[in-house]
């Protein structure tokens, strides 16, 4: 008797059209998506090999995007611009002694570090938000303390770039 019970447990899981039968709607769902899946692998991996040589890499973010010490490369900004339709321009670095490099470099100093978004070091190493103000040519700041300073010099850029946007 157990013998049948098990040659039939067996002839049910081999045969899915009875499986599909006993099985939920949200698990034929997730069954059928794991087959489309497998399907579309086998196919991607054909038509990566059938590609052209000369044919255009697909935009991605990598490495090469990132500038390490902090920021992005002009790659990375290229990519964005491509991607976004943005127009992005490099940090300024030097002193914001324009109205422009004021407003710019104000903005990015409160958007940044006036609430920042993580913490300044992580396992004793500066993160990609204490970079960020290197790369604008500002000191690392490595805790909360130098952000709120750094947030409160950029409310000072911002505050001359409007002097001199009435004058």
Same mark, same amino acid.
Do not use: E, I, Y
């Given at each position: 008797m157990a013998e049948k019970r098990t040659a039939k447990k067996a002839a049910t899981k081999s045969s899915p059209a009875k499986t599909s039968a006993r099985q939920s709607p949200a698990k034929k769902a997730?069954?059928?998506k794991a087959t489309k899946k497998k399907a579309?692998? =086998?196919?991607?991996t054909k038509k990566a090999s059938t590609k052209k040589a000369g044919s255009e890499? #697909?935009?991605t973010r990598d490495s090469k995007t =990132?500038?390490?010490r902090g920021g992005l490369t002009q790659a990375g900004r290229e990519y964005?611009? #491509?991607k976004e339709g943005s127009h992005l321009k490099p940090g300024v670095k030097g002193p914001a002694d324009t109205p422009e490099k004021q407003k710019r470099k104000?903005?990015?100093l409160r958007r940044h570090f006036a609430n920042p978004r993580g913490p300044m070091e992580k396992d004793g190493q500066p993160t990609r938000l204490a970079l960020s103000a290197q790369a604008w040519g500002e000191p690392l700041p490595r805790n909360a303390a130098d952000a709120k300073k750094l947030a409160a010099k950029g409310a000072k850029l911002l505050e001359g770039y409007a002097r001199a946007k009435d004058a």
């Open positions: 997730s069954a059928d579309t692998a =086998k196919s991607s890499a #697909k935009l =990132k500038d390490p964005f611009n #491509k104000g903005s990015f």
